[in-house]
């Protein structure tokens, strides 16, 4: 079971506020090297980035990130969570798309196919989304800001 044992708040929480802030104001109609750092930044193939994707690791998850289906097939399941990314039904990399609260909902991203745009397009939007309670996160790991297509 999950618990929060501080009571003024949640860090994992606050700091994925700051990155769906920092993706907000780059998608502005959009309802919607640390990782606070206040401004998405652009690689030299990167003029634009509108997103900080996240790895998630669950207390007590045994230093293995959180893997997701990158489907809302309800028959995919991510059966072996340490294969994370290298298996082509889950992904362990998500978008932060909206927090109410303690809970956040994130977007499934998947490593994208075409190696011509790997540097400046790594990632490909899903319409797998998930919801969770963030007292249950105990790490947030931040990759390259990037452009990720179809989510603004």
């Given at each position: 079971m999950c618990n929060n044992n501080g009571s003024d708040g949640n860090?994992?929480?606050?700091?994925?506020?700051?990155?769906?802030?920092?993706?907000q104001n780059v998608c502005?109609?959009?309802?919607?090297?640390?990782c606070d750092r206040p401004m998405l930044g652009g690689g030299g193939n990167c003029l634009i980035c509108n997103t900080r994707?996240?790895?998630?690791?669950?207390?007590?998850?045994?230093?293995?990130p959180l893997?997701?289906?990158?489907?809302?097939?309800?028959?995919?399941?991510?059966?072996?969570p340490s294969l994370g990314s290298s298996c082509p039904d889950c992904s362990n990399v998500f978008r932060?798309?909206?927090i109410e609260g303690n809970c956040c909902t994130f977007r499934?991203?998947?490593?994208?196919?075409?190696?011509?745009?790997?540097?400046?397009?790594?990632?490909i939007a899903t319409n797998s989304f998930f919801t969770m309670n963030l007292d249950c996160c105990c790490?947030?790991?931040?990759?390259?800001?990037?452009?990720?297509d179809c989510v603004c």
């Open positions: 860090c994992i929480a606050e700091l994925l506020k700051v990155i769906l802030v920092l993706q502005p109609e959009n309802g919607l090297d640390s994707p996240v790895m998630l690791y669950m207390c007590c998850g045994n230093g293995v893997s997701m289906p990158t489907s809302k097939d309800a028959r995919q399941v991510c059966s072996n932060v798309e909206k499934v991203l998947t490593a994208n196919p075409d190696e011509s745009c790997c540097n400046s397009q790594p990632w790490i947030v790991r931040c990759l390259n800001d990037c452009y990720v």
